[in-house]
């Protein structure tokens, strides 16, 4: 196995309940992360991510994250690997609103938010190929959770 990869990834998020004007709301997007494998059960990958979507507020957002963690294999010889993450992370969200005055839009409203904290998680990673060596891009399956 080679002990460096490059992690590509989809991301989502929804939540349903009334929220004065929708009853769902969510985000989707994608990202990308470097990962470094330092022994068969441990590794780090820094990554970064960038999502778009209405937010409970009915908002328009778009968010861009970066995280750096630790990954912990649970069963690091065979192909379908379960691992645990934790790690840090900040994140930058635009968030726009639009207001209406009688029939006239008036221009967006434009809140922005940072955020720093942390996050752990559980994932499984599935190699496609016999071998985990190959470190040919796509090759490997990961869901996270």
């Known amino acids: ?11 989502g998020a929804a939540g349903f309940g009334a929220n004065g004007t929708r ?14 494998r330092a022994t068969p059960h441990f590794g780090v990958e820094l990554g ?16 861009v994250a970066g995280s750096l963690g630790g990954l912990l294999f649970v069963n690091p010889r065979s192909r379908v690997q379960l691992y645990l993450s934790a790690g840090v992370l900040a994140d930058h969200a635009k968030a726009t609103e639009r207001t209406t ?4 839009a008036t ?3 434009e809140m ?34």
């Open 101 to 104: 005055s009688g029939t006239m």
């Open 112 to 145: 922005k938010y940072d955020h720093v904290g942390g996050y752990a998680g559980l994932g499984l990673e599935m190699f496609a190929t016999r071998h985990q060596d190959e470190g040919k891009l796509g090759s490997r399956l990961t869901a996270a959770i």
């Open 107 to 109: 221009p967006a409203a």
């Open 48 to 63: 970064v991510d960038v999502l778009g979507g209405r937010d409970y507020n009915d908002r328009k957002r778009v968010e």
């Open 23 to 36: 009853n769902t709301y969510g985000l989707g997007g994608a990202g990308i992360g470097l990962r470094y």
């Open 1 to 11: 196995m080679r002990p460096q990869g490059v992690d590509l990834r989809l991301d």
